[in-house]
């Protein structure tokens, strides 16, 4: 079985400030994992995916993540916080025997001006 | 562009009157899924198809239905909608296996009224 916690269900930060986004994730089988945004009222935007290649994942609009296994985490980092980066944004596990995604509660982003 | 495209974006129906949702895909994916997601929530899978084979989710009620004519069409028929069925309806697609990202259309936003 798997299951994904995303650790803050809000994150509020300051435009041109460093934003983190917290994700732990269990799996039985080695996982693949992503990261989707969701705008309001909008369908779901992959920014990144990890299947096993490099541990630290670059994704659209300036997004990067790590894959730790130690730790079980995937946090998902942006050095810098633009006002169109305010949404919601879930960690998603897939383990490698399956091809259904299991998300987190999400994350609501906010960027102050 | 291949896309994810849903149809209509926003559909009212009344208490009991069936209600069908469209999704059409241009990536020739194998896998066709169907989501509900309510105000403030992580989308919840209704069910899917791998190309002709249905999968339907053990706590899916029996109110929803899935057709699937061809490879890019599909279909989700709520047969008599209540109050608690209004959500956005999320379509998604994907190559099948565990490493694929799944690709989201825009969403129906289903009213009941």
């Known amino acids: 079985a798997q299951s994904v916690t995303q650790l803050d269900s809000h994150v509020s930060v300051s435009e041109g400030t460093p934003v983190l986004l917290r994700c732990n994730y269990s799996?039985?089988?080695?996982?693949?994992l992503f990261w989707y945004v969701q705008h309001p009222n909008k369908g779901l935007q992959l920014l990144l995916k990890y299947t096993s290649a490099a541990t630290l994942v670059k994704g659209i609009n300036g997004f990067e993540a790590e894959f730790k296994k130690s730790e079980t985490s995937f946090h998902l980092t942006k050095p810098s916080a633009h006002m169109s980066d305010a949404a919601e944004y879930f960690c998603v596990v897939t383990p490698s025997n399956d091809y259904k995604l299991s998300f987190g509660a999400g994350t609501t982003v906010t960027v102050r001006a | 562009d291949a896309m994810v495209i849903q149809n209509p974006r926003y559909q009212v129906t009344q208490f009991g009157k069936p209600v069908t949702l469209s999704c059409s895909q241009t990536?020739?994916?194998?896998?066709m899924y169907w989501y509900q997601q309510k105000s403030s929530q992580a989308p919840k899978l209704l069910f899917h198809y791998y190309d002709k084979d249905f999968n339907n989710e053990a706590d899916t009620p029996d109110n929803f239905q899935s057709r699937r004519p061809n490879t890019s069409f599909c279909f989700l028929d709520i047969r008599s909608p209540g109050l608690g069925d209004a959500a956005m309806y999320l379509c998604a697609t994907s190559r099948g296996g565990a490493a694929y990202e799944q690709y989201f259309g825009p969403g129906t936003r289903l009213t009941v009224t």
């Open positions: 990536l020739n994916h194998n896998v």
């Open positions: 799996s039985s089988y080695s996982p693949s």
